[in-house]
């Protein structure tokens, strides 16, 4: 599997973020989580890549995903 | 063609979905997300067999059991139902269509809409529906609630920590919510309670950035300006796709005997989308339960 660049914007307490974080571990990949409750930069980050202000974002290479998105994000993986 | 179509995977639809599989017939879940409502519960405790568990936390053993079986699974939106044949044809955003013989809906319910302009185009972009995932994104903002009742409260005593000033806008004459929210949002120092207000318009350029409210009493209209605005007005059932195939009810839910059948043969539905009573987990999961186990015996019988 090729290696991808993957990025998550995330807060502790929603629920898609959770599911989002359990679907990249079961799944073996590896990522770099931002929580933007606590990491204010990284709030105006998510905010201004994203254009919108809902979590999760997952940045895979290039593609934005917003939302807890499987079709997405395994299309952006090659899963 | 499979033989049951289960539309939501919610605490109903898995349960249902596990239940169906068990009877043997081909089980396809269309859902773009997994626990539905219940993700949402931040503690619960009165689900049988876990003293305290994370409405997360239930979701992942419910998602954990049902992996465990053979049951094919659509990550998304249906969008659409229609009758061919005797069976009927699901209609998705993204995936095309499905064809079964049986239906159970199990959609559940979304957040109502306040449905004023400016609220679909700020979606995300300043207008949230759920205070625990989006609260932490208005940090040191003022912000909007509106509803006055215990959705409504519920959300603002969250906000009050973390925004700099909150409003509750109720349209009504009275704030419904509980008395113990309601003293808590009394003695917070940045809360400001409107009632017999209306929201007109939700205002804005990248985001939001105030909304128009009119004064129910005086007609006078103003601006609050707010950087978010959390709608807490309660929850619609999931119903518009099936595009009255079904009969409902006068708040739209979706009319079930008590083997969970609709109004039209072959299509059962289970769970907060039904005219159920009562909304909880378990009664949830045992609704799924009964609509899986009709939906066999409708199979079996032929579709008689």
């Known amino acids: 599997m090729a290696e991808h660049n993957v990025v998550l914007y995330s807060t502790a307490t929603c629920p898609f973020c959770i599911q989002t974080k359990k679907y990249l571990e079961d799944k073996g990949i590896s990522y770099t989580n931002h929580d933007v409750a606590a990491d204010q930069e990284a709030r105006k980050e998510m905010v201004e890549k994203s254009s919108q202000m809902g979590v999760p974002v997952l940045i895979i290479d290039e593609k934005i995903i917003i939302g807890f998105d499987r079709q997405e994000i395994e299309a952006a993986l090659g899963l | ?304």
């Open chain 2, 1 to 304: 063609m499979d033989d049951i179509i289960i539309i939501g995977a919610g605490p109903a639809g898995m349960t249902a979905a596990v239940y169906a599989t068990r009877k043997k017939l081909a089980v396809r879940i269309i859902s773009d997300n997994i626990g539905g409502q219940a993700l949402y519960s931040s503690g619960v405790e009165n689900y049988l067999g876990y003293k305290y568990i994370t409405g997360e936390e239930l979701v992942q053993k419910f998602e954990e059991h049902m992996k465990s079986f053979d049951i094919k699974q659509e990550y998304v939106k249906a969008t659409g139902v229609r009758q061919k044949d005797g069976g009927f044809v699901v209609t998705t955003d993204r995936s095309g269509e499905f064809e079964a013989k049986t239906l159970i809906v199990a959609s559940g319910k979304i957040p109502r809409r306040l449905g004023v302009p400016g609220e679909k185009e700020f979606a995300n972009r300043g207008v949230a529906y759920c205070s625990t995932c989006d609260g932490p994104m208005f940090a040191g903002m003022d912000v909007a609630v509106v509803g006055g009742g215990n959705s409504g409260f519920d959300a603002a005593v969250q906000l009050v920590k973390i925004a700099s000033k909150v409003y509750v806008i109720e349209f009504g004459e009275r704030i419904i919510a509980d008395e113990v929210y309601q003293d808590h949002i009394k003695q917070a120092s940045n809360a400001e309670v409107r009632t017999n207000t209306a929201v007109k318009e939700i205002l804005g350029d990248k985001f939001v950035k105030a909304i128009k409210v009119e004064d129910r009493k005086s007609g006078a209209i103003s601006e609050i300006p707010v950087g978010g605005i959390f709608v807490e007005i309660g929850w619609r059932p999931t119903v518009d796709f099936l595009n009255g195939l079904v009969a409902l009810n006068k708040i739209e839910e979706i009319e079930i005997d008590c083997a969970c059948r609709t109004s039209e043969p072959g299509i059962f539905a289970a769970g907060d989308v039904t005219n159920v009573p009562e909304k909880q987990i378990i009664i949830s999961a045992g609704e799924g339960a009964k609509a899986a186990l009709s939906a066999y015996d409708y199979i079996v019988r032929g579709g008689i």
